[in-house]
């Protein structure tokens, strides 16, 4: 049933979209040169330390503020798999309460096959576990998935959540999978996939349309889930909201009207709130005009 439904997930995205609800201007959050090419997720641990990702070579970044309202890096690792080897291709980061995980498309030694994971990152450079993504639709290596975000199962349970057989969501039913799903956007169809990550693997829970041709990174704020897409949607993100137990687009926005239409494949928002106001960070695959980073605001809803 899963694997019927993760191919119907593709949708075409409304034409309209509402105006950024934030700032419309935005700015270059690091240093010139700093990351290169290939910086592809980020995400807040807190308003103080946000982590980013590169796919190629794989490296995760531990970043604090700097001077100028820019991020430097504060910690610099080489990721691989649990067994030390291996190049894994990570293009999305998400810090929780379980520890930091990251999404990967495939080993990037082995380039020509789909290989999509989650991984927890480890104290050094092998992560400490990994799990294998079922119920996706097989993809170009290249097109797997892209974003990753926390949902927490105290939202989930209170919202009254059904899986895809409809039945209610329960915690219990998914023992020692931590405190809440890993939402998880593929790139190709713009399709979202829920899973519970348990010591027996990984179990696909839901699967839901984004209402983007394609998702670029997934950031779970508050009570609603946001997908964001780069410049093969012109910039756009959405926001979805559990409705009679399943998630559903709430919303479409326009990027703010002064952030560049370049390769965003990273999206974070910051979790305080103030005057008004959370940061917004993007992540620059190109490194446009020697810039991976670029902040923003969205109002606080």
């Not at 080993?107 to 989650?118: Q, R």
């Not at 959370?278 to 620059?284: E, I, S």
Request: include cysteine; hydrophobic fraction near 40%.
């Amino acid at each position: 049933m899963f694997a019927v439904l993760a191919l119907s997930l593709a949708i075409t995205p409304a034409s309209a979209a509402s105006t950024w609800p934030g700032d419309s201007a935005t700015r270059t959050a690091d240093g010139s040169n700093v990351f290169g090419t290939n910086l592809s997720g980020v995400s807040f641990e807190s308003a103080g330390v946000v982590w980013a990702v590169k796919n190629g070579p794989s490296t995760l970044y531990r970043l604090v503020p700097g001077g100028s309202g820019k991020w430097q890096v504060d910690r610099k690792v080489s990721l691989r798999f649990p067994d030390g080897q291996g190049d894994p291709d990570a293009e999305g980061v998400v810090s929780t309460p379980d520890g930091l995980f990251v999404v990967v498309e495939r080993d990037n030694d082995d380039g020509d096959v789909s290989a999509p994971a989650v991984l927890k990152v480890g104290s050094g450079s092998s992560a400490a576990k990994a799990w294998e993504l079922p119920g996706m639709p097989e993809v170009d290596p290249n097109d797997g998935p892209e974003g990753i975000a926390w949902v927490p199962d105290s939202f989930l349970t209170g919202q009254g959540f059904k899986d895809d057989t409809g039945k209610r969501y329960d915690p219990a039913d998914y023992p020692g999978h931590g405190s809440g799903l890993f939402a998880v956007g593929l790139e190709a169809t713009g399709g979202v996939f829920l899973y519970a990550l348990q010591d027996g693997g990984a179990r696909l829970v839901a699967g839901f349309a984004s209402g983007l041709a394609q998702v670029m990174d997934l950031e779970f704020e508050g009570n609603r889930l946001w997908a964001a897409c780069d410049d093969h949607c012109n910039g756009r993100s959405t926001t979805l909201a559990i409705r009679d137990g399943w998630f559903k687009v709430t919303a479409t926005y326009d990027r703010p009207a002064k952030l560049p239409n370049v390769n965003l494949e990273g999206f974070a928002i910051a979790p305080a709130c103030v005057n008004g106001k959370k940061v917004v960070l993007w992540a620059d695959d190109d490194n446009t005009g020697g810039h991976a980073l670029r902040s923003g605001a969205l109002n606080c809803a």
